[in-house]
């Protein structure tokens, strides 16, 4: 069975950081993209970075020098350390996973299986 677990979000203070980690079972990385998408009240969900099969990453414009990408395959975990955080990231952060066959990565409808999500939330 696969399955997606986020953890490490939380209340944080604008300025401040948090690490999200996102521990998959059921498959390994190999052959998968990994996405962070959030979703505020009232708004889309909106991708946040993703980091592809091959090692390659990107963020969106919002959060790109902000936020880091990064996997550890051995632990089959991929998190995402956000620093500088603002008020308006204050969402639930969720992962997915997705047989990686296009570059739509930052498109929800790529990804096959999602965690159950975290809040973040970002004090002024």
């Known amino acids: 069975e696969v399955q997606l677990v986020e953890s490490g979000g939380g209340l944080v203070q604008a300025g401040g950081s948090l690490k999200l980690s996102c521990t998959a079972s059921?498959?390994?990385?190999?052959?998968?993209?990994i996405g962070w998408f959030r979703q505020a009240p009232g708004k889309d969900r909106e991708g946040v970075s993703y980091?592809?099969?091959?090692?390659?990453?990107d963020y969106a414009d919002s959060v790109k020098g902000r936020f880091t990408i990064s996997s550890d395959n051995a632990k089959n975990t991929v998190y995402l350390q956000m620093n500088s955080l603002k008020p308006e990231d204050t969402a639930v952060y969720y992962c997915?996973?997705?047989?990686?066959?296009?570059?739509?990565?930052?498109?929800?409808?790529?990804?096959?299986?999602w965690g159950q999500g975290t809040q973040v939330t970002v004090s002024s």
């Open positions: 059921g498959f390994t990385f190999d052959d998968y993209a």
């Open positions: 980091i592809s099969s091959d090692g390659s990453t």
């Open positions: 997915a996973a997705g047989v990686d066959y296009s570059n739509a990565y930052f498109y929800p409808e790529f990804y096959d299986h």
